[in-house]
Structure formats: structure tokens, C-alpha cells
Nanobody
Framework: QVQLVESGGGLVQAGGSLRLSCAASVRTFNSYGMAWFRQAPGKEREFVARISPSGGNTYYSDSVKDRFTISRDNAKTTMSLQMNSLKPEDTAVYYC????????????????WGQGTQVTVSS
């Protein structure tokens, strides 16, 4: 069983920055594709960004491209999401996700989820 523990959420003003972190309780971390999703109240959970097991490939949703950066440190078994130029529409609960042996393409092929961390961007 893989446990994912998130941190770094909070309240920021529009235009500000936050860095989210996800710590994974697994030694073979470099075998897992990782991703960030988010879910606003009353909305479907949506894809934000993904990173391949080695960290060599990343992909972003159009809504966060050029503002967010996903990264991972396989030695520390952590994944991060650097969020810059935040907008009120970025307000959501952010979830980290893991998939054994593959990239994450959507909610349907996620093996493990974190508990979520709240990000609130004020205008």
C-alpha cells in the first residue's frame, strides 16, 4: 500500500505563489507515474499536471501551462507543484496521485490518491 501525504496548501492573493508537496511512503518511487488533480466545490475532479516515473517527461493542462511546474525527487520520494501567477479560478482542493508502471492520463487510471489540500486564491 502506497500512502501519499500532501502539504503546502493555503490562502494566497491573486498573482501570488504556492508550492505544494506530496510525500510518498514507498521505496520504489521511481516506478510510479505521478500527477496532480484539483476539484472545486460542485465540480468534477480535473487533471492539472503529470510527471513520468523518471521525471523526464511532464505534461500540463492548458489552464495551468506556463504558470505551474511539476517536479519530483525520487531520492526523497516526493513530488511538488510550484504554482505561480495564481488566479481565483485556481481555487480548489488539490490531490496528488500515483500510478504503478505508467503515466497518469486521468482519474480512471490512478492507483493511489492523497487526501487533498485546500488552495484558496482571493481576488
Amino acid at each position: 500500500q502506497v500512502q501519499l501525504v500532501e502539504s503546502g496548501g493555503g490562502l494566497v492573493q491573486a498573482g501570488g505563489s504556492l508550492r505544494l508537496s506530496c510525500a510518498a511512503s514507498v521505496r520504489t518511487f521511481n516506478s510510479y507515474g505521478m500527477a496532480w488533480f484539483r476539484q472545486a466545490p460542485g465540480k468534477e475532479r480535473e487533471f492539472v499536471a503529470r510527471i513520468s516515473p523518471s521525471g523526464g517527461n511532464t505534461y500540463y493542462s492548458d489552464s495551468v501551462k506556463d504558470r505551474f511546474t511539476i517536479s519530483r525527487d525520487n531520492a526523497k520520494t516526493t513530488m511538488s507543484l510550484q504554482m505561480n501567477s495564481l488566479k481565483p479560478e485556481d481555487t480548489a482542493v488539490y490531490y496528488c496521485a500515483a500510478r504503478l508502471g505508467d503515466n497518469i492520463y486521468g482519474t480512471g487510471n490512478v492507483d493511489y490518491w492523497g487526501q487533498g489540500t485546500q488552495v484558496t486564491v482571493s481576488s
